[in-house]
Structure formats: C-alpha cells, structure tokens
C-alpha cells in the first residue's frame, strides 16, 4: 500500500509526530503574560501586509487601505500603506518619521497628528515584544476563547474618551504573531486591521526604517 | 505738513495698491442671451443632491508644514446641512462635527479642538460644497476672459463663482469691505459638485487645504434611489473636547 506509511512518503509522519508533541507548546504560548512574553522574545522581525477597514456611523460601507507592516526587535516599524492614499510611516529608535507621495514624490509629512502616532507606534513595538501589560494608562486582560486576545481598556475617562479599548488578536498557530488589532472608539467607531502573508524572522535591510523608497 | 505728506502719501498708494489687487472688479456685461449658460456654469461646482464624499485632504500651514488627512463628508445641499470627520491615514479620528442650524462638535482632538476650527472648516465646506443662492446679484465677464456670477449673502458678505476658459473654477467669498476672505479654486468638472481637486485657501493666520476625491456615493433621495458609489482611483502612486459640543 502507498501513503504516507509507505516508501517516501513516511518522510511526514516525523514533521507530524514532531507538531503533535509540540501542538501543546503551540496552543498555550497565548495562555499567560509571560507565555506571550516567551515567545515575543523569539520574534527578531515581523513582515506581513494588512488590511485595513474604518467603520463609521457616516460611512455606509467600511473604508478599506491596504499596505504592508514591518517590524525589526527591539525598535523598529514601518508602516506602509500602498492605497488608496500612499504613505509610509517610520520609527527608527523612537524618531517616527511619516512621508507621503505626491505627484511631486515623496515628501515628508509634518501634521500635527503626528504626535499621536508616535505614542500609536511606540505602543504597538511594546506589543510586539509581547509587553501588552507595559502601558500604565490600559488596563490589560488576556482571553482565550474563542481566540486568544489582549483587550486593552483605558484607566482613565479623559483616554476612554478617544480610544474605548484596543483588541489584538494573536495568533494561535504563530507563536508571539499577531493576527489582528481592532481600535473602538465607541460603538459605531472603529478600526480593523488583519494581517496576511506574516513572515517571521527574516532578515530585513536596515534600510527599510530609514528610507522612504 | 511736507513731513505729513512725506509719510502718508507712500501709505496711501500701498493702501490704494492692496485695495486694487485684492478687491473686487466690475464684471463686463454680457448678451443676455448667455445668461442661462452662464448660471448653469456658476451651479456646476456644487452638490445638487445629498452625497458621501471621502477625499485625502492635504493641510498646508503659514510655516509651509504639511499635513495628510482623510477627510469623510456627508452633505445635503437641500438643508445645507453636513457631518464631516477627519482622521489619519491610519484610521484616528481627529475630528466630528455635523452642521445644521447650529454647528455640533462630536469629537476634536488638539489642535483640532478650537472653536475657530470648527467654524473656519464648516464654512470652507459650505463655499465649497453649497450652492451661494438661485439668482446672482451680478453675472458677466470678469478678469481672463472668465464667466461667472456674484451672489450677496445675508450677512453682507459676497461669494463669486467664475469658470475660466480652461474649465478650472474659481469661488472666491469677500467680506463686507470687499476684501477677500477665502478662495476656493477646482479641477474642471465632469459631474455637479464632484470635482476630483479642490484646493481653498483662506484665514488668518493663511492656510491651504487641498482636497483629492477618493470615493463619491450619492445618497438616498426622497423617491429611495441611489446611485451606485464611485470609487476615483487615484492618479498617483491630543485630549478630547466635550463631546456634542455647541458652537452658537
């Protein structure tokens, strides 16, 4: 009989053997703060692209960017977006940078919501290494069902007021990988972001958090 | 008195100077037979019907600092009532607000948090977006061969609306001594209201907003149609305030 017991193809019960003895590892790295901690440790850089869905009471239908993510331990983001407006936005060791294309090219953005994303982008490299609990203005809680989940909910009413609370998603088969963020700034008010195509690990050019293209 | 003259004569003629490249100029009479063609250009920049505007807005301030919103529109023409939102790229909103008879900020985060923010924005929207009245005060030809009409408002002020010859449209609102107040300048116009760039220049301290289209939806009507939404591909690649706020 040919299968996966017979010739070559016993080759995958050993990479099989190996996921069920490892599966528990798996399941449970999203099981407590320092299961999250452990495995954020483990990420050097993160690539993946995302989508991005803005759901508001005037909007009929959500509005959708789409754009690329990536993220170099234990500082470094840049945050892509390829459309429908193009911009890219960078920290390099706590100097965050935003550039914006134009029919003239690229040119750097000095707006004054600037400020806000630096606090946005200093809060999301805490949560890629795994330090969701960090951020003495949240209070963080950590569930697992149906899918392990930070929720992140402001201490104080003059921060509820903005953001009612942050839920990030974390993915069950990639260890210390987030699957997904929703920002809810109330009911009828928020934000999605889902990751796709997530790779781990891969060396990234330094270039990538210092120039725009 | 020669030193009086001395020092008030160049003041004069500087003052007299700004008056002339500021104020406003007699429009030339045109035959009244294109008087129908003319009014129909002067209403060509503005909604007709309620529509979803999201546009990528660019900010540029007096120190030429630039700034990149997305800026969300939902405007009746009928009631001249809007709500508008603006937020980042990356999804924050930095500013609500919803204008009927009176001006509601829902949310504004600093520096979008000031009064005069709100009210400079509600008008930018209104010049831009809302027909200045039926019948002009004046129509005719203006400077560049331009044709357009002049419309009084109730509060004294002037909105002027000119097409030139390339098909750009100029709105220009002028205060009560003539001087004017805020400009609005669009890419010739393929549809009422929607044109794929507004630019509005105006306040003090100066400031430019630059408007690109990005999504359009006309909205319900009272007969319950509507249009199917339009996505325009693009050409190239703080605290809180109280919220529901009342600006009298």
Known sequence: MRGIFSGRAHRPVVPLFALILLLPLVVAWA??????????????????????????????????????????????????????????????????????????????????????????????????????????????????????????????????????????????EQAGVMKGVRLVEDERSFTDLSFSQIRTNRPLPASLFVNVE | MNIMLRHFVPLLLLLLTVGACTGLKPLTPLDPARKTSVLEDCRRPFLTESYRLVHALETVMPDGAKGTAVGVLVADPRTRGFRTALMTIEGFVLFDAEAGETLIVHRAVPPFDAPAFAEALA??????????????????????????????????????????????????????????????????????????????????????????????????????????????????????????????
């Open chain 2, 123 to 248: 008008e930018d929207i209104r010049l831009a977006f809302f027909s200045p009245g039926v019948e002009p005060a004046a129509w005719g030809e203006g400077e560049e061969g331009a044709r357009g009409c002049r419309f009084e408002r109730a509060d004294g002020r002037l909105v002027e609306v000119m097409t030139f010859r390339d098909g750009v449209t100029a709105i220009r609102l002028y205060g009560t001594g003539q001087e004017v107040l805020k400009r609005v300048e669009m890419a010739p116009l393929q549809r009422h209201g929607l044109a794929e760039t507004v630019e509005i220049r105006g306040g003090w301290p100066p400031y430019t907003l630059r408007l690109r289209l990005l999504e359009s939806e006309a909205l319900a009507t009272d007969s319950g149609t509507a249009a199917t939404p339009q996505i325009v591909e693009p050409r190239s690649p703080g605290s809180e305030s109280e919220k529901g706020k009342r600006i009298p």
């Open chain 1, 31 to 172: 099981d407590s703060w320092e299961g999250l901690r452990e495995a954020s440790r483990r990420i050097t850089s993160v690539e993946a692209r995302f989508v991005q869905k803005k759901t508001l009471p005037m909007l009929a239908k959500p509005f959708v960017s789409e754009g690329r993510f990536f993220y170099q331990a234990p500082a470094q983001l840049r945050w892509e977006y390829d459309r429908p407006v193009r911009s890219v936005l960078i920290m390099n060791n706590g100097a965050v940078k935003r550039y914006l294309r134009d029919p003239a090219g690229w040119r750097e953005d000095a707006g004054a919501s600037l400020t806000a994303m630096r606090v946005v982008l200093e809060e999301i490299a805490n949560w890629q290494q795994g330090r969701f609990d960090l951020n003495p203005h949240f209070q963080a809680s950590l569930s697992t069902d149906p899918e392990p989940r930070v929720t992140l909910v402001p201490r104080e009413p003059s921060w509820g007021k903005m953001i009612r609370q942050i839920e990030l998603t974390l993915s069950r």
